[in-house]
């Protein structure tokens, strides 16, 4: 009974040890993850638009829908992204929109957001390493490579039958 119970927890010692930290199973095979986005991108950029003294309706124009509004703080819209994607480290960003009735008052969290294209470099898992090089020869290759051909050009008229159509229209 003690032989079987040691067993047991060695295998189950043994099953934890092949997941290492980096999420890879026995260091050699990624797992696939589903990549989840979550809320609204907003950029500087698109924050730059938004100026105190708009209504709803031109905020929501500019920025989208806001992924939370609560009917307790009826002036409060919360616009939350979250991005996983592998490859990439996740990213959380919230900015709060304060309204005073029908017109904005106050945007809190805006000066953490990325602009458009820090963004995109952000997410994108792509390695520069891995894009392929653009072909170049030598210029020994160069001189290696057969001469092309010029086919003659006639210099007379074009061969083949001669025929003559009827007019198109009947006159």
């Known amino acids: 009974m ?3 119970l040691a067993l047991g927890v060695s ?6 040890s092949l997941q290492s930290s980096d999420s890879t199973l026995l260091g050699l095979i990624t797992p696939y993850r589903i990549e989840v986005v979550q809320g609204n991108v907003l950029t500087k950029e698109q924050v730059a638009l938004v ?6 309706t031109q905020v929501r ?12 703080h009826g002036d409060r819209w919360d616009y939350v992204f979250t991005i996983r ?5 996740p990213q959380q960003r919230q900015v709060v929109v304060y309204f005073d009735g029908e017109t904005l008052k106050s945007i809190q969290g805006a000066e953490s957001l990325p602009a458009e294209r820090d963004f995109v470099n952000s997410i994108d ?4 390493s891995r894009s392929p090089k653009p072909l170049a020869l030598t210029p020994e290759q160069l001189k290696e490579l057969p001469v092309p051909v010029q086919a003659a050009m006639p210099a007379s008229a074009p061969e083949g039958p001669v025929r003559a159509y009827p007019p198109l229209e009947r006159s």
């Open 61 to 72: 124009d500019i920025l989208g829908s806001p992924l939370l509004t609560d009917t307790f």
């Open 125 to 128: 898992n792509a390695k520069s």
């Open 51 to 56: 100026k105190p003294g708009q209504n709803r």
């Open 85 to 89: 994607r592998q490859g990439t480290e």
């Open 2 to 4: 003690l032989v079987l």
């Open 11 to 16: 295998a189950l010692g043994g099953c934890s």
